[in-house]
Nanobody
Framework: QVQLVESGGGLVQAGGSLRLSCVASGRTFRSNAMAWFRQAPGEERGFVAG???????YYRASVKGRFTISRDNAKNTVFLQMNSLKPEDTAVYYC?????????????????WGQGTQVTVSS
């Protein structure tokens, strides 16, 4: 099992930036694919970005070119740099880990989840 703790959420104006962090503890971090999901009120939780154990990255179409996912295996941390934020990015953002190295977009493929961090973008 992997314990995940997110941080870095907050309130920002449209066009601004935030960087989310997720620190993992437990089983070997470097062999896990990691991902960020988000859930807005009244909506289902959905895939935002993922990074494989070999550092291949994947993004949902609406954040491509604005968000960047990265990982620091020495610090057991995955990051989500969010630039040019829009009001529609407002959601609770969750970090997730799966016990395989490849990224998939379905949330049921991820065994471990953080508690979530709120991101609010004002217009």
């Amino acid at each position: 099992q992997v314990q995940l703790v997110e941080s870095g959420g907050g309130l920002v104006q449209a066009g601004g930036s935030l960087r989310l962090s997720c620190v993992a503890s437990g089983r070997t971090f470097r062999s896990n694919a990691m991902a960020w999901f988000r859930q807005a009120p009244g909506e289902e939780r959905g895939f935002v970005a993922g990074i494989s154990s070999s550092d291949d990255t994947y993004y949902r179409a609406s954040v491509k070119g604005r968000f960047t996912i990265s990982r620091d295996n020495a610090k057991n941390t995955v990051f989500l740099q969010m630039n040019s934020l829009k009001p529609e990015d407002t959601a609770v953002y969750y970090c997730a880990a799966r016990p395989y190295g490849t990224v998939v977009t379905g949330l049921r493929n991820y065994n471990d989840w953080g508690q979530g961090t709120q991101v609010t973008v004002s217009s």
